[in-house]
């Protein structure tokens, strides 16, 4: 299955759309902050503090 | 979501993706690591201990989406799956489907690099041997699919003490042994009072196809065994006094209560309280025996 065209949507569609991705996005940016800090604190404790 | 005039679906909510990776499953797999790894001898750096755990935690997620993925169809005809997002027409399965082998993908490269690759191999083999070898293959076809199946739900503490030991010796092959035989009592008797909802589905649960007779002897045939091995960490000196005690008492029960499900003859799911006392409990008994263990492995160590 594939979404839909934008224009295939109502208004009320459109608006619970954007609320979705926004969440969405709030969510992947929260993750993506987390790894970039288990990355750093990997590198870390694999090769210690001055390499 | 699809509404009954036009074919319009709308982008997942994070909460579906969520769901998908049964958290409570997951829970469960998290704490059986979490006591494999606090109970290891030797230590690790919190920090990789952590990535060990979270691997872990991922990889069951994508085990979760993986299976829902392959049994939308399956779920929709029982009432207790009916509502998980792809049978409520909440997602599109190509996303549940890109979720899970990308979680999968993920948590055992990332297991690789961070912890060891023995670690990553083991949680690469669980994961297709849950979204795989269980859920296409044994789960549809024979009525002993959680005997075998059960084997992938077992592999979590074994990953836990390999990674923090680098290797896998007799202590976490028990650990592995004791969810292996726990699996089928627990599952069976969930199986006894969800027969019916197993059996519109299709799905070929022991208590549908050899009936509930042979599924109770076999549910207090199987909690010997597992009895048997849970108290072989004391028998064998690799644990003291406290989990003895524990592992004696918690079995004890178990196979009280294994007892009275193997002499109750109700064919009511309604009437069938011995089986949901003996599902209850079986929960409570891993968390309680594997907590037990940990904290004896920690305190001797």
């Known amino acids: ?51 | 979501m699809t509404t009954a005039t036009r074919d319009i679906i709308l982008p997942a909510e994070w909460r579906d993706f969520w769901a998908l990776t049964k958290p409570r499953v997951m829970s469960l797999v998290v704490f059986t690591a979490l006591c494999g790894l606090l109970a290891a001898p030797g230590s690790i750096h919190p920090v990789i201990g952590f990535t060990a755990i979270l691997c872990l935690a991922l990889g069951a997620g994508a085990c979760g989406a993986l299976n829902q993925y392959f049994e939308a169809d399956v779920d929709a005809k029982m009432a207790r799956t009916a509502g998980r997002p792809l049978p409520a027409g909440r997602m599109d399965r190509a996303s549940a489907l890109n979720f899970g082998i990308g979680l999968a993908a993920f948590s055992v490269g990332i297991m690789g690099v961070a912890v060891n690759w023995l670690c990553a191999g083991l949680l690469a083999f669980s994961i297709f041997f849950y979204a795989i070898v269980y859920t296409i293959w044994l789960k549809p076809n024979t009525p002993q699919n959680i005997v075998i199946g059960g084997a992938a739900g077992a592999f979590p503490p074994v990953i836990g003490w390999a990674a923090v030991t680098g290797d896998v010796t007799l202590i976490p092959v028990l650990l592995f042994a004791i969810i292996f035989l726990w699996t089928p009592p627990h599952f069976w008797a969930l199986a006894l009072f969800m027969k019916t909802d197993y059996g519109a589905a299709g799905i070929p649960m022991l208590p549908n196809v050899k009936g509930q007779r042979v599924t109770r002897n076999q549910i207090f045939a199987y909690s010997f065994p597992m009895a048997a091995t849970a108290i072989l960490p004391f028998a064998l000196a690799e644990t003291g006094l406290v989990y003895g005690a524990a592992a004696i008492v918690l079995n004890l029960v178990f196979l009280a209560l294994a007892f009275r499900v193997w002499k109750n003859e109700t064919t009511d799911a309604a009437a069938m309280k011995p089986e949901k006392q003996l599902f209850a409990f079986s929960i409570l008994y891993l968390f309680l025996l594997f907590a037990i263990f940990a904290f004896d492995r920690m305190v001797i160590s």
């Open chain 1, 1 to 51: 299955m594939t979404q839909n065209e934008p224009s295939a949507f109502t208004a009320e569609e459109t608006a619970i759309i954007r609320k979705r991705q926004a969440a969405r996005s709030r969510v992947m940016g929260v993750a993506l902050v987390g790894l970039c800090i288990l990355f750093f604190l990997i590198t870390v404790a694999k090769v210690g503090v001055w390499g």
